[in-house]
Structure formats: C-alpha cells, structure tokens
C-alpha cells in the first residue's frame, strides 16, 4: 500500500514536444506528491509539487495533473529541451510520515 | 537557500576499511535527516532517518551496525559504512527537511575495491 507505481520506465522525446511522465498510489493517506529532476551523478532536485486540494498546478512548462478519484498524478513537460534530459521521480507522503515514498523513475531523452 | 551539501563527492576505499560521510544544511537548520542508497538506474532506497539528538532509525533490512550514523547538530549528519566491502559500493544521498519539503545533498559515489 505504501508504494508509488510510475510509468514509462524511459520515455523518448522531440525537443518541442511533451513528455508525460505518469504515477498512482494505493495508499489515500498521501497528502503531497512531489516531483524530482535527478541528472547522472548529482542529487534529486524538487522540481514541483501538488496536494490533493487542486487538480492541476502549473510552473514555467511544468505542470502537474491530479486525479483523486483515480489515485493518480501525471507530470507534463511542454516545449521540452535537450536540458530536460534527466531522471524524473514521483513522490508521495502522507501528513504523518517524514519520509517520501518514491516511484521508480522515468529517464527521459530529448532528441535535439 | 535550502542548500544541503555532502562531503566527499567521491571517494574509494579499501576492503574492511571504514568510511564517515558528512551531510550539512547550509542555511537553514533540520531536525531531520534522512539517507538514501542508490543504484545504477534505480530509484532512491531510504536507509535510516536521522533526528538531531537522537538514535537513528533504520529501515527494515538495513545493518545498524554497518551504517552508523550520528546527527550531532543541527546541520550535521555522519554516515559511517563500517567494515567496507564492494557490495556497499553505491551512491549515497542524503536530505534534509526544512518545513515539510526535503532538500537533497549532491550524494557521495562511494567505490570499495
């Protein structure tokens, strides 16, 4: 129940195109989902973040999709670039727990 | 701000030897420190959460004895791989919550020949 399922494992992109990077969870305790940008050999980066309140949350050409109902979360990249070319992680966490609970990655390459 | 730092970047020890990597909050201060171990193209495994003044918590499966860590203040976590040996070799990351939201270190390859 405490996992997070994240799809495609690797997903190939135009540069200017849109990745879409997808997640679902189990466990309806989560109240904050997050997503990290993770480049070879450095660390995670929080890109963005939502809550259950809103369906959608939008920053620069990242946007994060919210599906309550459907226990699912989805991470859209618009216009992207070579530079997106990374490792991206879903993450959940519930009001009670410290700790996040990660999905398993996508590596995501924009072809220029 | 919210930058947490890890030092070394790299390191390569010997078999049996013992290795300390430091994890700091550099602006801000974290009651709560956590460390990961990551594999090639995998995703981030939680080892232990660490809280200033008090005994880590280990997650399930995770040798206390193998990996000490100690967080003597409140910017600073230790993780010490005892006894080394090559299956330990990985990347170890840790974080640090500020608020509600965790801040990443740049991780620490470690290689044990």
């Known amino acids: 129940q405490q996992q997070v399922k994240q799809s495609p494992q690797s997903l190939i992109v135009q540069k200017g195109g849109i990745s879409i990077i997808n997640c679902a969870y189990e466990?309806?305790?989560?109240?904050?989902f997050p997503w990290y940008q993770q480049f070879p050999g450095k660390g995670p980066a929080l890109l963005i973040a939502i809550r259950p309140d809103v369906s959608e949350k939008k920053e620069g050409r990242f946007t994060i999709s919210f599906n309550k109902s459907a226990k699912q979360f989805s991470l859209h990249i618009m216009d992207s670039q070579p530079g997106d070319s990374a490792t991206y992680f879903c993450a959940a966490r519930s009001g009670s727990a410290r700790q996040l609970t990660f999905g398993s990655g996508t590596q995501l390459t924009v072809l220029p | 701000g919210a930058v947490v730092s890890q030092h070394p970047s790299r390191v390569i020890c010997k078999s049996g030897t013992s290795v300390k990597i430091e994890c700091r909050s550099l602006?801000?201060?974290?009651?709560?420190m956590f460390w990961y171990r990551q594999f090639p193209k995998q995703s981030l495994m939680l080892m232990a959460t660490s809280n200033e003044g008090s005994k880590a918590t280990y997650e399930q499966g995770v040798e206390k004895d193998k990996f000490l860590i100690n967080h003597a203040s409140l910017t600073l976590s230790t993780l010490t791989v005892t006894s080394a040996h090559p299956e330990d070799s990985s990347f170890y990351i840790c974080?640090?919550?500020?608020?509600?939201?965790?801040?990443f270190g740049p991780g620490t390859r470690l290689t044990v020949t």
């Open positions: 602006d801000f201060q974290a009651t709560t």
């Open positions: 974080s640090a919550t500020l608020v509600t939201e965790q801040y």
């Open positions: 466990n309806t305790a989560f109240d904050y």
